[in-house]
């Protein structure tokens, strides 16, 4: 696969999914012009182009190319339009933290496989989490961070709260970002590590109710605001 940037964004994702995947590191050029009048891109051939890049008409170049192309920086619903109406196989999630392997293209669902939306294996004795591994993360590293700590703490709500903290400590979008969202990447990954909880039955399903209902009412906040916006999903 094909990481494109123009410098900003996608170093740590580079470092996460060189673990997992052959990874090409292509860097571009970002333009000092708002509008440009022509692109040209000549990208090494690759399964699939994870594209950083800041500059629309950048971005829609290398969507351009016919490649599946995951969108680690997007620019609203028009643009994914016009994105998808050169090349179909076009993604664009909210955040990447969000990905999840059901979009029937193989490419993608790879990809998803090992990055995207937090998947977990937990062990809990005693009321505390003994043990945690990952089986999905996010590309930029936040959910290896926030996770690192949680081994020993209370199965609570509590933990959840503190999780989507650091998640956000370690998210490379800014906080309440146009661009990007930190706090939606944070509602994301902690209403996972809920679910996780109670779908091992480590903890009462009514115990976290309240706590699911204030993410859902948040991701739902953040979403509301981020249409027709720029959307990033961070790395």
Not at 29 to 35: C, E, G, R, T
Not at 58 to 77: D, I, M, Q, R, W
Not at 150 to 176: D, H, I, K, M, Q
């Amino acid at each position: 696969m094909g990481i494109v940037s123009d410098g900003k964004y996608g170093e740590r994702a580079r470092e996460r999914l060189k673990e997992r995947f052959g990874v090409e590191w292509i860097l571009v050029d970002y333009p000092s012009s708002q509008i440009l009048d022509e692109v040209q891109l000549e990208l090494p051939p690759c399964d699939l182009y994870l594209s950083y890049v800041r500059h629309p008409d950048v971005a829609l170049e290398v969507a351009s190319k016919g490649v599946p192309t995951l969108l680690g920086v997007s620019f609203g619903e028009g643009f994914l339009r016009q994105a998808r109406e050169r090349n179909p196989l076009v993604l664009a999630p909210p955040t990447l933290c969000s990905l999840e392997g059901n979009t029937g293209v193989r490419a993608f669902d790879e990809f998803a496989r090992f990055f995207g939306k937090p998947r977990f294996e937990l062990e809990v004795r005693g009321g505390k989490l003994v043990r945690l591994r990952l089986l999905r993360e996010s590309p930029c590293g936040s959910t290896r961070e926030a996770s690192s700590t949680l081994e020993g703490r209370p199965a609570s709500p509590e933990t959840v709260r503190y999780f989507g903290l650091r998640v956000g400590e370690n998210c490379r979008a800014p906080t309440f970002g146009r661009t990007c969202d930190r706090e939606l990447a944070e509602v994301v990954q902690a209403r996972e590590l809920a679910r996780a909880l109670v779908e091992a039955g480590a903890v009462p399903a009514e115990e976290f109710e309240s706590l699911v209902r204030e993410m859902e009412g948040r991701y739902a906040q953040r979403e509301r605001l981020l249409l027709g916006g720029v959307r990033c999903g961070g790395g």
